[in-house]
């Protein structure tokens, strides 16, 4: 036997260093002794004295109990010591700081600690180990096996646990420990608070003292290391540790009264410490359980690409800034999506050209990279290849010079002689023309493109004879779209959609493997139903069974009703090639899906749909990565690994919602959480059967306490903060109106914080209420708890602790007849209400500064008063003061004018509809538009209102936005302004880069409701175009176009891979090149000519029809010309350049201040004074520069130009009168005099016709779209309408309105503004032309400005402060009416309504906005409340807010007051609260149903009412052909077929201008009237009709299927009866038992 070691003392004292004993030597021969496992605590614990009350001292009469102090941590150290004195052994070292400071030896309190903790570990673990060897040994001696360790620490997870106590006490305690690395030295690191109330008396003077009672929090420290825990970084020992808090610790004081033996002392501290390690244990144990989860994960983590923005060697960036990333490598990006046009667009393309990016960005520029597609291929290998192409087109055209040249005799000749024989000269011929076939397929021609793909340049002889199915969205959108390279988007975006993962998709939700039956057996068991339905076809049998079955199915997801599709009499086949495209469209609406096979025909029944249930509102949620590895009361946890990738925990997140064992809900939190009603309660399915409900629970629990496996761990680790971007999760509320709508409410979460649960803090000091208060309080307590017991239990998951998402996104949106729509909060109005306070704060600042100064002043001119007269004064300045604050309005007096609404109160939405082919609508105040006056804080709705803003993207991208004024704004995305590949040439001196030129792209254009056009271009310049053919632009200055740059190239940096904005800030960084140097060799006191015809910069520019010229500036403008370098002047200072001349010159007198001084001096001064030079001139003014003349009151100034070269003739053939000019505009007149046509040059088409109630005005240019403004000032009631038809079908009713003295919107009266202005016009010498009756020109600055930011139709024509006095409307009413029926009505009082096109088409359009407020179903939305609202034709009531959260009022409930539930199991629906007493809705949304065949094959079960709405709206549309009730054959004979045919154009739809015949003089000028020839392609689309099932129908199937069910029970009988008649036998031969039955089941 080995020597034993020498032994350690038995009991140490806790306050000192223990001495690691000597290790047991284990004999010779004998095998090695596994270490036993070893793991310790370390625990920080903070306490309170709290003040309680116990029974031991009895108070006197009438006086309350004594309160004694108690310590609980106090008494345990206590206990703890005296156990340890006693020699008792303990799992529990208690290190005080007295302790601390004699084991740190002179340095930190944390280097003790650690000396402590390292020696304390090595010798318990030592004592462990030789323990292991002594029973090893032992045991090897007597030949027995070693007997188990008696000696178990107290808790089942940790030998021993060292406690802290009374340090850490400071935040800067806590680093220390930090820097010293003692969170990491143990297995588990716990803080623990011990919470409680405590009581006092507070005195009182004239009454005894008031007993009370509060709450004690957790102390600062304790709140740091939880700050600390939770912000470390993932992986540190710290992320790893945990804050835990017991509550009603001053309970455990009361342990004294419960008359065990024993002392009272030892009691408490027996239950102290019992409370303690139990807490202390569980945090333990879930810490090593975490350890040896995270053990089990993959040891390879996938790590996330370098970080390719940073350079290198990590310097600057390209720009020079201090940002050392690099842009973003989106070069491959840029070329693919820029290779098709915007108006193609789509997510699955975008998403290739995503993919192809990222794998280039993973797998680096690598060519020869086989994951990448042609097209990636050809547009990396584009510049490689340029020179060899170019080679290879030269050889072509040469007939191989090249390789004559370079290889002489040597050059490869074709050998005839080796070619293969061919047997016969048939074989030789086809041979030979099979190989003309493949030469001719395979030739390239140089120059051209490769070979066409689908669509592109198609056969001339084929003509429009491409046919694509609807189904092939991807077809009908990309067709004739090719990539770099040739390869045609198609087949790519195919690509991308093969890997879409749905039911039916490759016999996805299918039986696994081959089917059930084979075709054989298939066949068999339909043609036994057949028999009981001779009267029916095949295919009708075969369809009633499939309707059965889709009843089954629904009937299944939803008991709460029955269905029947009996309507459901049009089918549509889908190709299986296309299904993916057409469940990917149909996913958009967001279904639920349910599946269910049918193994008689092999195929997949696909329901889609949305529940209507009880309440008209369903919760539910879904939860991914580490959330899916909980385990779940639907089934014990499973270990081992999962296909999954997750991100990595940290302990806290793992422990509360990984482990399975998350911490309850403390006391202070459960009131907030359990205490209210929850839907929950009664929430899931599960619940409405209480007996299964509380089966459920118990189960729950026997698991929880039962099954310890850890949870399922990931196959897949990314190296990601869990806590970032883990815990993903959505949960959402659904609400059903009876129109056939869905609301959704999705809250999208990601992340999580506060893993570790929040700590109490101090609560306010309560009274105690007297006994018998206290007495009725706890029974109706008591009470209310046992009626909530009797109505259902508590789910016990919601009493679990979950933390908060870190991340969260919320959106509420409805799903209506194929469009999507809501409502978000207006951010431009928030940033409008802050920039508004802060000048309100600014000014007032200055008001109270300035009447501070005021006062100051005034005090020091004032004598001193006498003593008797400071009082008076003093007296008399306390109104004054009280005077400056603003009497605060009664109630009352608010409640009188309900029309008022407060400015800073306001909240304003912005309202969004997706329609499904792409386009965009949204609506919005106009918040840029003033409607109240310069500091108001409120406005009347019934004088003013603000005017909403309608903005409509077309499908082609082409953007119109419809103005509050009856504006019309029209914008092209950048995509389509400027091609990617087309960078403009740089270089000083280009003349096409010059603002207005070539280069000066026309960026939007807008036209006001009297026809006035407004363009806007790249380098700011602004251009105003009038009917009457009056124009007038205004070039940008220097510092203008500067700024532009600059903004623009800052905004460059910001828009990411946007190369079309990157080409842009190229262009005016061209322009501004060229602008600058155009003018560099003015004079700014001496402008030349050229300058003034061309425009100078900050002055309008303008030329009438009568070709005069002159320009305008405002008078206080300084010319806007380069700085030249000033001449030094007599003085030696610096003379004013002219663009720093002022708006009014200083004067060069001297000034009166100047003047006083000049007194005071000496009068022997008077002669140098004399003697000094005189003061210079005053630099000219503008006024002088330009010799003008003042005009408009003397706010402008107005300098005539020459006459501009005009060229006018009479037609002699048609009477047509032609003005042009050298500008390049043309004008004509039509012989009646009541129409003309002005064509801008740049293609723009105004056209003028005068009618009997006043003027048709129609402004058409190519791309864009079509505006018509019709001003009737001649009409009984005069009004103006402007409509706007789009490249879509989509067209733009607007109407001016302006508010009636009744507070109603009315159309505004254009003869009345016009009579206005003839009125202003008639006081303005001389007449300008900004004046103009006719043209309604604006060419003054601050017209065109105004028509250039607010629309265009504030004209300065009256001296008001009142911006809305000179409007001419206000409220312009918009109605955007859809090719498909829609309708979105703009009122322009804020509302805006929706109207289905089934309510069109069967009302009428007329009937359907006239009672879309009396009638329900209609969603309006309100912008000036931020909300959108429905009222169902039921009266139930939905509202949707802007800061995404919805409510709803039902028509019949029991109070609608309940929390949303917390959706705690995922997957499972969660309902109203009252669901059992409330009525099942009428109807549930129309579900779509699909069946899938194994084939791959589909087709879709559509209702009749949308079939017969595409029929109708293919009627009306004249590129459709619809041919209806076409006849099928056997064995379709007795069904229809209903087909549309629609021409699509493969190119960008232009809207075809309206053709302008010119006379025969002109006529040569051309105008580009004839449209090239558009590619086109037919879409195809068929239903096939079903014969109605008749009532005698149903009855008859209903039979057969009770007829087909009983034959197939008894044929079933009679198959398992076979061979059980065989019993034994006789003789020789078998006998036969029963063999009548025998022969009848033959």
Known sequence: MAPKPKAAPKAAAASTIPVVEDEVELPEGMDPVPDPPFSWAMIHVASHTFGVVTGADAPAEGEPAPIREFDPLAVLVGQVKKEAEEGQTQTLVVVEREDLESFSEGGTLASGLRRKAE?????????????????????????????????????????????????????????????????????????????????????????????????????????????????????????????????????WAHAADAGETGESGELEAQQIRTALLDCIGSAAGQRLRYRSWMESLPIERVALPADRHRSSDGEAGEDGGDDPKQPLDTYLYERLAGAVDPAHHDIPFLLFCLCEQVALSLRGNSNGSASRSAAAQAVLMEDEEAAAEQLGIKDRFLGGAGDLFMFGDALPKYDKAKEAAVGSLIEMVEKEEQDEIEEHENELVPGMAPPPALGVEPD??????????????????????????????????????????APGIRRCSFPPGDAPMNAAARSAHRNRLYTFLPHLSVVEVERLMVLTEFENLMNRVQPERTWNFKDRVHHEKIPGTYLSQTLLSAGRDEYFIDTCYMARQDCLLIAMHHRALPGRVLWHSWEGDLLRLVPRDDGPAVSGNVKRMCPVPSFNDWWQLISGKPSQIPPHLAKLIVGSKQPSRSGSEASRNPTKSSEQQDLFKAETAENDVLPQSPAKVIALDAREVGYCKMVEKILVPNDGSVIFRTVSQRGVQDAILPLTVDSEATAIPSPPERKAAEEKVEDDLDSESE??????????????????????????????????????WHTKLEQMRLEREEMERAEAQALAEKAAAENENREAPEPGEADEEGAGEEPAEAAEEEPQPSEDEENQNITERFIHESKFGKFWVAFHDGARCTARVEVDKPWFLPGDISWDSAS????????????????????????????????????????????????????????????????????????????????????????????????????????MKLASKMKGCDVFYRSLVDRIEQICAAWEERQADENPADPSEALKYIGVPGHWRVTTIDGRRFGRACNDLPPPLAPVEPAPSSQGEAAPTGSQVPSKQASAEPTPRDAEEGEEDDEEDVDDEESEPEAPEAPPTLQDIFEAVPVDEGENIEYTLDPVPMYSQRDPHTGTCSISNEEGMLFLTMPDGKSNVCILPDGTRVMQNQMAEGTELVIEKDRFASVTCKVQDKAYSPNTFVSVVCDDGSCFEIIP????????????????????????????????????????????????????????????????????????????????????????NSKGDGDVEIISNFDVAALGEEKALKTSQDRGGVYVAQVDWDRAKIRDDDGNYFELRGDQTVDFKLSVSMGDDFASPRCTVPNKPFHHPDISFLPLPEEAPTPRLFVVYGDGEAEELISSKNVEELLRLARQDPNSLV?????????????????????????????????????????????????????TFTEFRQFIEYPMISEETSLSWARALVDYAEEEKRCKAVQDSLGKGLRGTFGDGYVVENMDAAEGGA
Not at 471 to 492: F, K, M, R
Not at 799 to 819: F, L, N
Not at 1016 to 1033: A, D, F, I, Q, Y
Request: aromatic share 4%.
């Open 119 to 251: 020696a304390e570990a090595a010798s318990r673990q030592r004592q462990k180990v030789n323990a292991a060897r002594n029973r090893a040994i032992a045991a090897a001696d007597s030949g027995s096996q070693p007997e188990a360790q008696n000696d178990e620490p107290e808790n089942d997870s940790l030998d021993f646990t060292l406690l802290l106590a009374g340090y850490p006490a400071t935040a800067e305690e806590a680093q220390e420990l930090q820097d010293e690395g003692l969170f990491d030295l143990a297995d588990a690191w716990v803080s623990v608070h011990l919470a409680g109330e405590s009581l006092f008396d507070e005195p009182s003077e004239d009454a005894p003292p008031i007993r009370k009672i509060q709450s004690l929090g957790a102390p600062a420290v304790v709140h740091t290391l939880r700050d600390l825990f939770l912000s470390a970084d993932q992986g540190s020992a710290m992320a790893n540790s945990t804050v835990v808090e017991l509550h009603d610790c001053h309970a």
């Open 460 to 501: 001339p002889e084929l003509g429009d004879d491409l046919v694509v199915p609807y189904q092939d969205q991807a077809s009908v959108i990309h067709c004739g779209d090719t990539l770099p390279g040739g390869n045609p988007v198609i087949a790519e975006i195919e690509q991308i959609l093969s890997y879409l993962r």
């Open 791 to 828: 109505e259902e239990e508590i789910d016990p998951r919601l009493k679990e602790y979950a933390p908060g998402p870190r991340k969260q996104m919320r959106s509420v949106r409805v799903v209506k007849d194929g469009i999507t729509f809501g409502i978000v909060s207006d951010p431009a």
């Open 944 to 1047: 003013c209102r603000p005017g909403v803003q309608v903005n409509y993207t077309c499908v082609s991208g082409l953007v119109i936005q419809a103005y509050s004024s009856g504006a019309v704004r029209q914008s092209w995305p950048l995509q389509r302004l400027v091609s990617s590949t087309t960078i403009p040439s740089k270089g000083s001196g280009n003349e096409s880069a010059l603002p207005g030129e070539v280069e000066d792209l026309e960026m939007a254009r807008t036209i006001t409701a009297f026809g006035v056009l407004v363009s806007e271009r790249l380098s700011g310049r602004k251009e105003v175009s009038h009917p009457n053919g009056t124009r007038c632009w205004r070039n940008p200055t220097i510092e203008e176009l500067k700024t532009r740059r600059d903004s």
């Open 1297 to 1384: 309105r302006t508010l009636n003295l009744k507070g109603e919107l009315v159309p505004s009266n254009p003869a009345s503004f016009i009579k206005a202005l003839k009125e202003q016009s008639s006081k303005d010498e001389p007449l300008s032309p900004s004046k103009t009756l006719k043209g309604l020109d604006v060419t003054s600055p601050s017209g065109a400005s105004q028509h250039a930011e607010m629309g265009g139709t504030v004209l300065d024509m009256k001296k008001s402060n009142d911006p809305r006095v000179n409007d001419f409307s206000t409220n312009a009413s918009v109605l955007l009416r859809r090719p498909d029926g829609m309708l979105v």
């Open 1523 to 1575: 041919i209806e009730g076409e006849q099928l054959g056997w064995p379709m004979n007795r069904c229809k077929a209903h087909t549309i045919h629609r021409i699509l154009p493969m190119d960008p739809v232009r809207l075809p201008m309206t053709p302008v015949h010119l006379p025969p003089s002109v006529a040569g000028f051309g105008l580009g009237d004839t449209p090239g020839n558009q590619r």
